[in-house]
């Protein structure tokens, strides 16, 4: 049961264009979500995450929106740069009963190419 | 510098024969894991750890075992190894057990092959 879904395995777009990856989630528990990116032979590094208490949050050309009624967010990258290409693992998790965010349940990824 | 180290980067090995995929950090982190990832499949967690001594079963435990005796230390064990455990496995830690951030730091990866 994919609790954390990303549809679309792979996405390209053109240098400076807008890069938008989507993420859909079915667990309404979750109330914390975070985007990962991650190079080939490397392990995957923190983007940028959201708390359910928001909508949005942007960090230099990296933003990601929650539309918690959806159960769906997207990041957004503006603009998209060749050293963008990746791919991105979007995450979710839910506090836990003795506090914190124990588990944290990732996705299939969407391979970004940023075509110069 | 800050990092999380995973040995061996690459493994083949039989069915059957136990090994151990070691996991270090020297960042002081309280809260370790374990994943594995999968063609299509993402990356499922296998185990995490909390605290020294406080472990928990993730999504995908079966065939798998872990300790923590140490606050650096998270190996992953793989007592009897079978083809399906031929996977790409990441160790992650995050400085605070309570994870408030949700910012996880991954080692490179171990490419582990059982024939």
């Known amino acids: 049961d994919q609790q954390v879904k990303q549809n679309s395995p792979s996405l390209s777009v053109q240098e400076g264009r807008i890069s938008i990856l989507n993420c859909d989630y079915t667990?309404?528990?979750?109330?914390?979500f975070l985007w990962y990116k991650k190079y080939p032979a490397e392990g995957p590094t923190f983007l940028i995450s959201?708390?359910?208490?928001?909508d949005k949050n942007e960090d230099g050309r990296f933003t990601v929106f929650l539309n918690k009624s959806a159960k769906h967010l997207s990041l957004h990258i503006v603009p998209s740069q060749p050293g963008d290409s990746a791919v991105y693992f979007c995450?979710?998790?839910?506090?836990?009963?003795?506090?914190?965010?124990?588990?944290?349940?990732f996705g299939t990824g969407t391979k970004l190419q940023v075509i110069p | 510098e800050a990092q999380v180290t995973q040995n061996p980067r690459y493994l083949i090995t039989v069915t059957g024969k136990k090994l151990t995929v070691t996991c270090s950090q020297n960042?002081?982190?309280?809260?370790m894991s374990w994943y594995r990832q999968d063609p299509g499949l993402g990356l499922r967690q296998i185990y995490y750890?909390?605290?020294?001594?406080?472990?928990d079963k993730g999504d995908v435990p079966e065939g798998y075992k872990v300790s923590r005796k140490e606050k650096r230390n998270f190996p992953l064990i793989l007592e009897s190894p079978s083809p399906n455990q031929t996977s790409l496995y990441f160790c992650?830690?995050?400085?605070?057990?309570?994870?408030?951030?949700?910012?996880?730091?991954f080692g490179e990866g171990s490419r582990l092959t059982v024939l």
């Open positions: 992650a830690s995050s400085l605070s057990r309570l994870l408030n951030t949700g910012e996880l730091f």
């Open positions: 667990n309404s528990m979750f109330d914390y």
């Open positions: 959201i708390s359910s208490i928001k």
């Open positions: 995450a979710a998790s839910a506090e836990g009963n003795s506090g914190g965010y124990q588990k944290v349940t």
């Open positions: 960042m002081n982190h309280e809260y």
């Open positions: 750890s909390m605290n020294v001594e406080v472990t």
